[in-house]
Structures are given as structure tokens and as C-alpha cells.
């Protein structure tokens, strides 16, 4: 049964606005039904960023002293009055110094090593206070790389600049961590979030690919055939154990769309059935659980509210339920033993509350060979009898 009222006459906004509630149901039930699979998505994916963080990563320690810069004139005196031009250039032409070919040559020779790791330098501007920083793949050799430098610094800087002074102002000493550690819980988060969104992007490959009947004219595009009535999708509110609520058209607590809902279904059909001469139908669908038992019910006591005389049989053979939707007891006797001339139909009939013209052949218990017995030469006679009754 459809599970929403349909609107054929709507406008171009409402139809779209029905396209995309359609588009969110559909979401939504493709969550309910594979939220463990976005779940494990989510984790699988965060769990993959945080062991590509942990095993990818190379740690970086940083060794840096800062310090003064000052010049020496000719008889070793201090320039203390060293003007601000003059600084400047110190400044400015110091970082190049130490990132010269000549001076990384003497620092690999000093240390015997061939990866110097990565020199820089940068001086404050207008001033000429300097940070010299290394970077090593271990924390001792990025101290012995940094000493190295302060130590041949002044072979180079004679040349460019003199005689040279460096005041030391701070440093790091040997690093005790690396400075690249990765932050293992914002890589985990990222993953996370990145299967998260490839998990909505499922559900909404999956809304829009999912076949399903959902209006009217699907029903008659897909199957070629005519929609007498489409009945709403109710929640009914949850009672206590001892106080049970039906979902039937003559109980107060179900809304007046769903009791509008099967009377039109119920005018179209007897017209159809006046127009066919047909006396029996046939409620089924495709699944347990769709709601046939509960159309069934509510299609015949409509019928009957009209004055006609109903007579209302549980062929669910397999799991009968119209007693328990009606709020009738499940007799001993019901349908089966009918159709198998086990009683007669005064022993397996039942009244619901005063309404005369309104029968109820309630199934009994659970039968295993259901097909064999509904397409019986027994079960067309019985049916056959019940019309004329």
C-alpha cells in the first residue's frame, strides 16, 4: 500500500518539495537499515589515517640559538656606536651566510657527515638580533649541526662582512621531542568525518537508485495497472499492556486522514466491483508486513458502516492476525477447519461488537502447506459459498 497521501494536482514547488521529502525518506531508511556499515566505514577510515600518521611519520627535531651580531674594528675595539645602516646590512646579509655552500662544506667536514638537514636563518628587521635553526632526523645530531655552524661561521663571514661577534642570547640545546609530532586524534577525527561523508554519499546513491512505489503513477508507470486509493503512513502513540489501540476506522485515537483515506479507497472500489459484478476481494502484497491484514480489516468494517453485509475472511493461513487487530480472542476453530469441512461456518464465524451485517472467519493456528491449500479446487468452492450466503 502507498505510504503517503498523494497529491496529483500539485504545483511545480510542491512536486519539488515532495521530490526531495522523498529523496530524505528514502535516506533515512537507508540509514535505519546499513547505519552499522556507515558506522564501520567511519571507523575503518579512521583507523587507516591514524595507522598512515603513525607508520609514514619521520620525526623532525629543531635546534635554534638566537643571538647578536656585531662587528669588530681594526684595532679589536667594540663598534658600539655602529650605525643602524650598517646593522642592517649585518642583518641582511647574515642568513645568506649561513646557508652558503661554503659554510654547509665546512660543517659536513667538521662533523663527518654528508645530510646537513636543513640550515635557515632570520634576522628581525631594522635590528641585528639573529635565529639560527636546524632541523635533523635526530635531536643530537641537530644540536652538534647547529654548534658547528656558530664555530665556523666566522671562516666565512670575514670575507663578506670581517670580524664578526656572536652574543648569544638563547638557546635550545639538545631537543627532548620532535617538532613535527603528528596530532594522532585530529588525524582520527579527519578520517572519521571523511567516512562519514562517504557514508552520505552512499545513502544518497542509494535514494536515488532505490525502485520503489512511492506515488501513484509509479504504480502505473512500473505495473500497468489502475490505483484505487492510497492510504497515510500513521504511528499510533504507545499504550500501556493492559489498554491495546487498534488501527481501525471506528477507534478514536486514529487520525481522520487515515478514516478519509480508506472510505475513498472504499467508494472506488465499489464501483469497481458494481461495474465487474464481482463479489469477492482479494487484499494481498508482496511481503510480510506491508499492512494487508490492516487495509483488509478496515476496507470491510467501511463497508460495512455502508449497510452492506460483509463477510471478512483471514486467509493467512501462515500467520493469521485479523483477530488481533480487531481486539477479538483467536477461536480454536477458524478458517482451516472450514476449508477442510473440520466445522461448519456458525462454529467458526465471529460477530465484532453489535454489527450484524459484519462477520469475522478468523484463521486458528498456523498452517505449513498454505499454497497448496489456497489454490484447492476446496478453497474456490468455499469461497463460492460464502458469496451466497
Known amino acids: 500500500m502507498a505510504a503517503e497521501e498523494i497529491r ?8 519539488e518539495k515532495l521530490d526531495i521529502s522523498t529523496l530524505v525518506d528514502d535516506m533515512w531508511i537507508g540509514f535505519v537499515r546499513y547505519w552499522w556499515a556507515i558506522l564501520a566505514i567511519a571507523s575503518l ?21 638566537t643571538f647578536t651580531v656585531r662587528t669588530v674594528n681594526a684595532v679589536q675595539v667594540s663598534s ?3 650605525n643602524q645602516t650598517v646593522t642592517r646590512q649585518v642583518g641582511e646579509v647574515f642568513p645568506y651566510i649561513l646557508t652558503s655552500d661554503v659554510l654547509q662544506t ?25 635565529t639560527l635553526s636546524v632541523e635533523a632526523d635526530t635531536a643530537q645530531k641537530a644540536s652538534d649541526i647547529l654548534q658547528s655552524v656558530i664555530r665556523n661561521y666566522p671562516k666565512v663571514s670575514n670575507y663578506v662582512i670581517g670580524d664578526v661577534v656572536l652574543n648569544l642570547m638563547d638557546e635550545s640545546g639538545v631537543p627532548r621531542a620532535p617538532d613535527n609530532t603528528p596530532d594522532y586524534k585530529k588525524r582520527i577525527r579527519t578520517g572519521a568525518l571523511i567516512g562519514l561523508l562517504i557514508g552520505f554519499l552512499w545513502l544518497l546513491f542509494y535514494a536515488l537508485t532505490r525502485m520503489t512505489i512511492r506515488t501513484e503513477d509509479d504504480l502505473r508507470k512500473v ?23 487498534s488501527m481501525t476506522v471506528d477507534s478514536s485515537s486514529v487520525p481522520y486522514i487515515f478514516i478519509e483515506s ?55 493461513l501462515r500467520n493469521p492476525t485479523v483477530t488481533h487487530i480487531l481486539g477479538i480472542d483467536r477461536p480454536e476453530k477458524g478458517f482451516y477447519e472450514l476449508l477442510t469441512d473440520e466445522a461448519s461456518l456458525s462454529e467458526v464465524s465471529k460477530t465484532y ?18 499454497a497448496g491449500l489456497l489454490n484447492s479446487e476446496e478453497f474456490r468452492k468455499t469461497i463460492g459459498a460464502l458469496e451466497t450466503v
Open 353 to 370: 461488537r453489535d454489527m450484524k451485517n459484519f462477520l469475522v472467519i478468523p484463521g486458528s493456528h498456523s498452517v505449513k502447506d498454505t
Open 8 to 15: 496529483n494536482n500539485a504545483s511545480p514547488a510542491e512536486a
Open 223 to 245: 505495473f500497468n495497472v489502475p490505483c484505487l486509493g492510497s492510504v497515510p503512513l500513521v504511528r499510533l502513540k504507545k499504550r500501556s499492556s493492559r489498554r491495546r489501540t
Open 45 to 65: 577510515m579512521a583507523t587507516l589515517f591514524y595507522a598512515h600518521a603513525r607508520f609514514t611519520f619521520r620525526p623532525v627535531y629543531r635546534a635554534y640559538s
Open 262 to 316: 480508506v472510505r475513498t479507497m472504499r467508494n472506488r472500489l465499489e464501483r469497481e466491483a458494481a461495474d465487474k459484478k464481482c463479489k469477492s476481494i482479494l487484499v494481498s502484497s508482496a511481503l510480510p508486513g506491508e499492512g494487508k491484514s490492516t487495509v483488509a480489516v478496515n476496507l470491510a468494517l467501511s463497508l460495512a458502516h455502508k449497510e452492506r453485509r460483509v463477510i471478512l475472511v483471514d486467509c493467512d
Open 80 to 82: 658600539n656606536d655602529y
Open 106 to 130: 665546512l660543517v659536513k667536514e667538521d662533523l663527518g657527515i654528508t645530510d646537513l638537514g636543513k640550515v635557515s636563518a632570520s634576522a628581525l628587521s631594522g635590528t641585528n638580533l639573529i
